[in-house]
């Protein structure tokens, strides 16, 4: 099994979403600039959602059309619709990523509809994005458990990542949107997914809400992923679910990686000073316990 | 292999020893009939180490004598010398814990003694504790790395931790003192050391300063281990050891071990309300994300 894991930053789009602290165009290209400077392979830029929706995301087009596109590094954004689709596109936006919940309950009350219709509702986007040759991701969130209905069927998230992966989607990422999995759980979901999707098509996404998003990473290498989703500094978090932690920060998830023997390409020292600046500007503590490790205060 | 993990809470005394904010000795008896009466099985209650080294923990005989001896819990108690195992003993201690390092650059730094001349020391006490019918944990520190001389030889590991075995430690308690530690490493360290000493009468003991503490846990478990020492509140850490993070929370290794159809004993609501009480003694956010993620305000 390949000893390369591809870390995809989330910072800057799942991370920064969920920040109250609005942070200025200039910083989020300059945050993104830096991250592709510590050689991540995927960061993903922004998310061209309604302003309305979230707010801190309004300036996506600005902020894609600002960062330094650096060779050999892809940086999708989130898209909702066709008409974010079309936003996206009109900067050059030439990889995107879609999404869809597994709970059932979790779409209704969030985007007030049924699985069926939420997928439905990207089937007109991927035939644009197949036309235009774009790249899609697909996102499936509460795999692990839902703020509403508590447990998640497996069977429902391996229905939804095979039907995100059937239109179109060239990488399928499982979400803990609630951060309530452990790691047995987490493999037997992964093992389940990855008997109807390539495992080269699936990516894990932690949350480190109860503490369980190494634990789970760990997990999920053992069972032959090798994509990780994270966050630098940690940021993020989700609205719907309690407590103050995020997505797992990428510091920490490197190191455990590295220490393992396996390689990301990306140069902690410089991730940890980037993590640094951007818990500065937001005006809080990192949530990554490596980089607090090494603070000169420590 | 067994699906029952016994927790060793190892917070009133390995916590607390490098908390700053000194507890009330009526607290510290408090915190263990409230840590007892959550269904931990051992209970590491304080240590008879000179005042002069340990100020928090002067206490120690007080704290031993009012404290609920609840029927099958064992208070283990850590005791440097003869000298601290003639303390215990006064006040009906009858399972002590003895302890060397896996660095020789540590045991010289801290109790300026070599390895072997700090083995030696305990070696009246494991005498008396035989010939008295006491039992005897054993703890060796640095087993993932040193802070001074970085990496320890796992081979070194093995040598004390089965020293320690032989001298009559019924248990012996691998800890990664600085918290550095990665699963990997974590579990061929536990490999090497249990092919000299049995698993049954191994023990993990992990600092999350580098937030690998889970992750750790979960290696060692699946290699074997069965018994894994925590702090409720995550309180404590390692003088040298940079970084605010101590012990790992005992409320996030029964969630994880839970979570993984383990079974503990453990109630883990009563933990956390434990948890959450110690936390606001000690002035401090807990670092249980558990905890956190269960806050009423969170």
């Known amino acids: 099994m390949s ?48 302003p309305k929706w979230v707010p801190q995301l309004a300036d996506a087009a600005d902020v894609y059309r600002g960062i330094t596109k650096r060779s050999g590094v892809d940086y999708p954004v989130l898209v909702p619709n066709l008409q974010g689709y079309e ?28 699985i069926e219709e939420s997928l439905a509702r990207f089937a007109p986007v991927m035939v644009r994005a197949r036309a235009d040759g774009v790249r899609v991701r697909g996102y499936v969130s509460t795999v ?3 703020p509403y209905q508590g447990d998640v069927d497996v069977a429902d998230v391996v229905r939804v990542a095979s039907a995100l992966h059937q239109m179109g989607c ?27 999707v390539p495992m080269k098509a699936l990516a894990v996404h932690f949350h480190d809400t109860y503490g369980q ?45 590295h220490g393992m023997g396996m390689s990301t390409g990306v140069d902690l020292d410089s991730l940890v000073d980037t993590g640094r600046w951007l818990a500065a500007l937001l005006g809080r503590e990192t949530s990554s316990k490596v980089t607090r490790a090494r603070s000169p205060d420590a």
Chains 1, 2 share one sequence.
Not at 101 to 114: M, P, Q, T
Not at 170 to 196: F, N
Not at 229 to 256: F, H, I, L, R, W
């Open 3 to 50: 000893d390369f894991v591809r870390i995809v930053e989330v910072g800057p789009r799942d991370g920064l979403q969920n920040e109250k602290t609005i942070i200025a165009t200039a910083d989020k290209i300059a945050l993104i600039n830096r991250l592709s400077a510590t050689g991540l392979p995927v960061i993903e830029a922004t998310s061209f959602v309604s």
């Open 213 to 257: 998003a190494l634990a789970n990473i760990l997990a999920c290498i053992e069972e032959g992923v090798r994509v990780v989703d994270a966050a630098v500094s940690g940021t993020g978090g989700c609205p719907y679910a309690k407590g103050a932690s995020g997505n797992v920060a990428t510091e920490d998830a490197v190191y455990m990686l």
């Open 87 to 114: 936003r996206a596109r009109e900067v050059g936006v030439s990889h995107i990523a879609v999404f869809s919940a597994a709970s059932e309950s979790f779409n209704r009350k969030n985007i007030n509809a049924s």
């Open 144 to 146: 692990l458990g839902c």
């Open 170 to 196: 060239e990488e399928v990422s499982l979400g803990d949107t609630i951060g309530t999995g452990t790691p047995t759980k987490a493999r037997a979901m992964l093992r389940a997914v990855a008997g109807e």
